[in-house]
């Protein structure tokens, strides 16, 4: 079974920049989510996608930050413009259901994003 | 709200030495409780998880027991390898109706020959 796939693994953009991000879920996966992990910290998330409706965009910098999941399977994380504090890994996790205790979420390799 | 602390690394044994990384946790209810590995170059991988108080999760010769008494999660293996290098994180979820997953900082461990 493949696992989630992102792309591309790095990049390094200037400030006011914008870039995106993509991932591909593990087939049949409902639930995809986009975290943010700062150098030193735990990943954050960012927002979580049922299908391809938004379940919490709570933590999600929207003046600056988008997302979509187009037909419920593959996702893209915008930022425009970006800002030297995005400087981060960009995850990717998808889960069977969303719900439930023991759903398990499973990760993509991430994508470093270097801000100058 | 929901929140997990585990030790401050680096931490730096020699291989075979015996391994330890504490978590402790704040959460209303019954959370999930979760151990995740990241490789170098990686990304996050489920290690093992527990799902109710006194069950020990295992994987790998890695084990955690659910303590709710000490809201604790500690990791531990008897003999590590220099293969088990990597950043390990605590993660709960639940508690309080929230599927979430929260994790801690990460503790970086690094195994010498």
């Known amino acids: 079974e493949a696992g989630v796939a992102q792309s591309p693994r790095y990049k390094i953009i200037e400030k006011r920049q914008s870039v995106a991000f993509w991932c591909n879920p593990i087939?049949?996966?409902?639930?995809l989510y986009w975290y943010q992990q700062i150098l030193g910290q735990g990943p954050k998330l960012l927002i979580q996608f049922q299908n391809n409706g938004v379940v919490d965009d709570s933590q999600l910098p929207k003046d600056r930050f988008s997302a979509e999941r187009l037909k419920g399977v593959d996702s893209t994380l915008k930022i425009q413009p970006a800002k030297l504090e995005d400087s981060a890994v960009y995850l990717c996790?998808?889960?069977?259901?969303?719900?439930?205790?023991?759903?398990?979420?499973?990760f993509g390799p991430g994508t470093r994003l270097t801000v100058l | 709200g929901n929140s997990v602390t585990q030790m401050e690394g680096p931490v730096t044994l020699s291989e075979e030495a015996f391994l330890t990384i504490n978590c402790t946790y704040t959460a209303t209810g019954y959370p999930s409780l979760f151990w995740y590995v990241q490789y170098p170059g990686e990304g996050l991988q489920l290690l093992l998880k527990?799902?109710?108080?006194?069950d020990k999760g295992s994987n790998k010769g890695f084990e955690a027991t659910y303590r709710k008494e000490t809201t604790s999660f500690h990791l531990e293996k008897g003999s590590v390898q220099v293969s088990d290098s990597a950043v390990y994180f605590c993660?709960?979820?639940?508690?309080?109706?929230?599927?979430?997953?929260?994790f801690g900082k990460g503790t970086k461990l690094s195994v010498i020959p």
């Open positions: 527990a799902t109710k108080a006194d």
């Open positions: 993660a709960l979820k639940g508690g309080a109706g929230s599927y979430q997953l929260t």
């Open positions: 087939s049949g996966h409902a639930t």
């Open positions: 996790a998808s889960s069977s259901t969303g719900t439930g205790m023991t759903d398990t979420q499973y």
